[in-house]
């Protein structure tokens, strides 16, 4: 059984970087393709991006296009979301879980397993 966990989060200024990270345990890693999921107080969650499982594919929400950065590594079984240029609507609990992505991607959440509990990211002055 595939467990995720997610770190990294933290309080940062406007225009500031964060690298979330969402470690693996468990069997077949270098199989799956995994997303990143974010959801904001009082608002339902919604994508960020995903990545194949070889790393050499992704894809990402058009709200973070250009900042966000999402990448593999096999051999540690980890997967980042690298965070640039943050602003306070990136505030959010961000996720990452097991599922699909290719060029059709949309980020149905029934889609996806074995969820991380999450990494608070608050983006503040």
Known sequence: QLQLVESGGGLVQPGGSLRLSC??????FDYYAFGWFRQAPGKEREGVGCISSIGTFTK????????????????????????????????????CARGPCNYQWAPIEIEYHNWGQGTQVTVSS
């Open 60 to 95: 990402y929400a058009d709200f973070v296009k250009g900042r966000f950065t999402i990448s593999k590594n096999n051999a540690e079984n980890t997967v980042y979301l690298q965070m640039n240029d943050l602003k306070p609507e990136d505030t959010a609990v961000y996720y």
């Open 23 to 28: 470690v693996a345990s468990g069997s077949r």
